[in-house]
């Protein structure tokens, strides 16, 4: 992660050092904030609901031209792709909004499941039953039933033929975490008592317990999805929010801005 270790630096060093501010939260007070005059909208996992983004994107545009902001920034939390039906539609809806606003787009599991199956077919086959087969008909590839190690070759050799370039080259450059003040976003969390830029890749994109049970302080609090609830979960070290959407039809959507934190 040496690369983007170094980009997530220069991120930092743009925004300030941490600052430490009690705040009234939902839950367990957070206290956390983001450099005055930015404004962070963070997306929970999208999942193929193309629908329910396009409606984020209307809310937040909506609330910043009520509520002008200095500098702000929407981070995607990862989990673009499959279960839901309009994959595809998720991906060019992303990388459009990156042409007039400010993103950054982390990697979720299931992005990453997807660019490793495109090459690998242990993976592939494992894909097929975590939502890749929705994915795959998105773009136009059927995969039959009773799929199986001879059949998935040809799947695969399909998709690779179907999958534009821009996306490919998206789900390439998503980022395993950004940091912004006293913030640290994140697909699905850290493994507890390890420096943020030591974490293994597959625990940002996966990980669930320990570190959905721990209750002591991090380097950061910690914005995640992952793991599906029934609504944000705000916590003295960390906030959920992934609140299941493609099941739920609520894609949620998280404001930080100075010690503040609040859903739209």
């Known amino acids: 992660m040496g690369g983007t270790s170094i980009l997530m630096r220069k991120l930092s060093d743009f925004f300030g050092k941490p600052l430490s501010v009690q705040k009234e939260a939902t839950s367990s007070p957070v206290m956390a904030r983001v450099p ?5 909208y963070a997306v929970g996992d999208i999942h193929g609901r193309a629908d329910l983004l396009m409606q984020t994107f209307v809310r937040i545009d909506a609330y910043e031209a009520a509520h002008p902001a200095n500098y702000s920034i929407t981070v995607f939390l990862g989990d673009y792709v499959d279960r839901g039906l309009r994959s595809r539609e998720v991906l060019d809806q992303l990388i459009e909004r990156q042409l007039y606003r400010r993103v950054v787009a982390l990697r979720g599991n299931h992005d990453d499941c997807m660019m490793r199956a495109l090459h690998d077919m242990d993976v592939a086959l494992r894909w097929m039953a975590a939502g890749g087969r929705e994915t795959l008909h998105a773009y136009g590839v059927t995969v039959p039933v009773d799929v199986d190690r001879d059949s998935i070759h040809t799947v695969m050799a399909l998709a690779v033929k179907l999958l534009p370039v821009r996306h490919k080259a998206f789900l390439e450059r998503l980022l395993p975490y950004a940091t912004i003040g006293d913030y640290a976003f994140i697909h699905a969390g850290i493994r507890p008592g390890i420096a943020l830029e030591n974490q293994s ?17 991090h380097d950061f609090v910690i914005v995640h999805g992952h793991t599906p609830v029934s609504a944000p979960d705000f916590r003295p070290n960390r906030i959920n929010i992934d609140t299941g959407a493609y099941i739920t039809g609520n894609l949620t959507c998280l404001i930080l801005e100075e010690d503040r934190q609040f859903v739209l």
């Open 36 to 40: 005055d005059g930015v404004r962070v």
């Open 201 to 217: 890749p597959d625990d940002l994109m996966s990980i669930r317990q320990p570190f959905l049970d721990c209750v002591t302080p």
